[in-house]
């Protein structure tokens, strides 16, 4: 999951899927090295600590969908904030 989102070699002028563009040279370095190791418990030990040092980038923040998918019951009356074309979440009410 790490080695995938996050590896530099894996930004790609089509398809690409490091959204953050992460391209550290060394955390680069330090998942090829984890792509071979031998047994899971190191396999595990140098993933989680790549892991930690990916996370200390802000690298994986996650992206704010501008239209999340809301659902609503039918008691209550939608606002539509019209800058953003986004649910007003401060002025809706209940019918």
Sequence with gaps: MVDPVFNGKNIVQSG???W???NDKALNAEMDK???IVG???RATAWGG???KVIATAAPIPWMWDKPYLVRS???NPVVN???A???LSSMSLK
Aim: negative net charge.
């Design 16 to 18: 690409n899927v490091n």
């Design 20 to 22: 953050s563009l992460l």
């Design 82 to 84: 019209k800058e953003n």
């Design 86 to 88: 986004a649910w007003d």
């Design 74 to 76: 039918s008691n209550v």
């Design 40 to 42: 899971d418990q190191a």
């Design 50 to 52: 790549i892991d930690k």
């Design 34 to 36: 984890a792509e071979t």
